[in-house]
């Protein structure tokens, strides 16, 4: 009788960037609307062709104070309520 090889189990892998990502970018898609960039909120039925309105949207309707500062004395936010 022959024996097997006993296979290492591979642990998964995550993909690390090294680029932070965008808190208020990560809160809407981009698609296109009739060639142009359309900017849709991932978070209510909001949508605009300028990524700086959309950005302001994100922020005004969708994101609160946490009252607390990153290490850069930048204000911290969240989502939602």
């Known amino acids: 009788m022959t024996q097997k090889k006993a296979t290492p189990k591979t642990e ?21 609307w009739h060639g142009h ?10 949508s605009t062709l300028s990524d700086d309105a959309m950005r302001h949207h994100v922020v005004q309707r969708h994101m609160r104070e946490t009252g ?5 004395g930048n204000a911290l936010a969240r989502v939602g309520g």
């Open 12 to 32: 998964p892998t995550v993909a690390v960037t090294a680029e932070p990502v965008d808190p208020i970018a990560a809160q809407y898609t981009t698609g296109k």
């Open 37 to 46: 960039p359309n900017y849709q909120c991932g978070l209510c039925p909001f």
């Open 68 to 72: 607390l500062l990153d290490r850069y």
